[in-house]
């Protein structure tokens, strides 16, 4: 660390390392750098700081949580990192996703980022700790793998101050400021062990555990920006499955993964990427309920399950399934199938209303799937009633899973709420879930006649819980049999 150094047009005052330092350190092939080329570099940029800047439309939500927290845990510090870069392989890096938590928190999505609320008067002062723009003067901002001129501009450090509404620091003084600090300190675990090492002996174990639980529940109700992203994230998911569609005798022709590339390139034109792994299932991979290798035939008459969401630029994700007839046509028994699944949806989205709980969706979806098991026959009707199979599970060897889950950020959102708040709670306006029953019948499965083995059926939908009801944000998508058919056949003509 050099103290000496002149601001040039960066607001790096405190400089990262010495010039001499950085001249040796990621200059690849081209090693030698001339007191001659290294001088002209110093110079000659325009200033570009942006000055007009409005705080960004998530702002006064952002405010409001971070209010939220404080008033939970008055007195303590508070350190939530947005994560870390992580290494795929020598010197490429995996691309960066922001944690969960420090993006509500915030708005922000940028690497290395921290925001700290150290108590203040009845509350807090948050601000955040920020990577500021290159130092020019020592040659980082050219001669670093991660200055500017390799992975893009970002904000000054006046700039965020503005766009979050929060005062903003250098986060190469974070660990050192932080670990100078004193009082109880929680910080979200798992994002920057860095920090965490610096903190060390201030953290605690059960605290920050209650901490992560706290911020998981502070997402399971919507605010209205929020919806607006998961109906975002659902307009683009639903055009995503429409290019997949008029695709699919590309896929044909080629493999799962024209499907996933298909959807994957809708996600990242209007959203950020996609939200988790695209699930593009043909054939009797659809009984896979992970299947994320996608490297499989696709065949006609056979089924593809996809399951695929858009995560928009502000991180918030739809979750979307649709079961198709690759040829544009369901047969007989796969129509039987794939109607018992959405009699059971229905049945599901009725029962997600204001005042119901969480569990009515799941216990009623898995009620009609167990009635057509047992009225199949694979489940024997003289040995077990519906009540009974309900009781023992039975149905479970070919629903394999919940009904549904919270939505948001992440996939799986709220994740580590209290059950009390989540599983065990009664449902209210703003919580946005999925409702997704399926029946999978494994190849291997000798308890169900031949015809049945290889077929899997999921539909996934994504709910908005509202004052009188319910709203189906991804209805923009076909779900009855005739209606994905009369779809498919507009779309492939
Ligand atoms: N795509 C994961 C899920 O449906 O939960
Ligand atoms: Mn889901
Ligand atoms: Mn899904």
């Not at 915030?106 to 955040?128: I, K, N, R, W, Y």
């Not at 049945?347 to 057509?372: N, T």
């Amino acid at each position: 660390m050099t103290e000496d150094r002149t601001p040039a047009v960066s607001d790096n005052p405190e400089g990262l390392a010495a010039e001499e330092e950085i001249k040796g350190r990621k200059n690849g092939l081209y090693s030698e750098v001339s007191d001659e080329l290294a001088a002209s570099m110093k110079s000659g940029w325009a200033d570009t700081e942006l000055r007009d800047l409005r705080p960004i439309a998530q702002a006064p939500f952002t405010a409001g949580r971070r209010a939220a927290l404080s008033a939970r845990f008055p007195g303590e510090r508070l350190v939530v990192p947005a994560g870390r870069l992580r290494v795929r392989s020598n010197d490429t890096d995996y691309a960066f996703r922001a944690a969960s938590e420090y993006v509500h928190l915030t708005g922000d999505q940028s690497e290395d980022a921290v925001l700290v609320g150290e108590p203040a008067g009845d509350g807090h002062a948050f601000h955040l700790y920020l990577r500021p723009r290159s130092d020019r003067e020592n040659g980082e901002f050219w001669l670093d793998g991660y200055g500017e001129l390799w992975v893009g501009r970002r904000h000054s450090l006046a700039e965020a101050e503005v766009l979050y509404g929060l005062p903003c620091r250098d986060v190469r003084k974070a660990a050192e400021e932080l670990a100078a600090g004193t009082g109880t300190t929680r910080i979200v675990r798992g994002h920057d062990a860095e920090l965490e090492e610096a903190l060390g002996e201030a953290l605690d174990a059960d605290r920050d555990e209650e901490f992560k639980v706290f911020l998981s529940g502070l997402r399971l109700v919507k605010d209205a920006w929020e919806i607006g992203e998961l109906r975002a994230a659902c307009t683009a998911t639903v055009n995503g499955f429409t290019d997949v569609v008029r695709e699919l005798d590309r896929a044909v022709a080629t493999s799962e993964r024209w499907i996933e590339g298909t959807f994957w390139r809708r996600a990242r034109v209007e959203g950020n990427d996609v939200g988790y792994g695209s699930i593009a299932a043909a054939g009797p991979h659809a009984t896979t309920l992970h299947w994320v290798r996608n490297d499989g035939d696709v065949r006609p008459g056979e089924l593809l399950l996809l399951d695929a969401g858009v995560e928009t630029t502000n991180l918030y994700t739809a979750d979307v399934t649709r079961t198709l007839p690759i040829n544009g046509r369901f047969d007989a028994l796969q129509r039987k199938i794939y109607d018992a699944v959405y009699d059971a949806q229905e049945a599901g989205i009725a029962a997600v209303r204001p005042g119901g709980r969480f569990r009515d969706f799941h216990d009623a979806a898995q009620r009609v799937l167990a009635e057509r098991l047992l009225a199949w026959g694979l489940i024997d009707p003289a040995v077990y009633d519906l009540e009974k199979v309900l009781e023992l599970g039975l149905q479970r060897r070919w629903t394999l899973h919940g009904t549904g889950h919270m939505l948001g950020l992440d996939v799986h959102d709220c994740a580590h709420a209290r059950r009390e708040a989540y599983v065990d709670a009664e449902l209210v306006p703003g919580m946005v879930l999925t409702v997704e029953p399926g029946l999978y019948f494994q190849q291997d499965d000798l308890t169900v006649p031949e015809e049945y083995r290889g077929i899997g059926v999921r539909i996934e939908d994504d709910i908005l819980v509202t004052a009188e009801g319910n709203e189906n944000l991804s209805a923009g998508l076909p779900r009855r049999a005739d209606e994905v058919e009369s779809w498919m056949a507009g779309l492939t003509g």
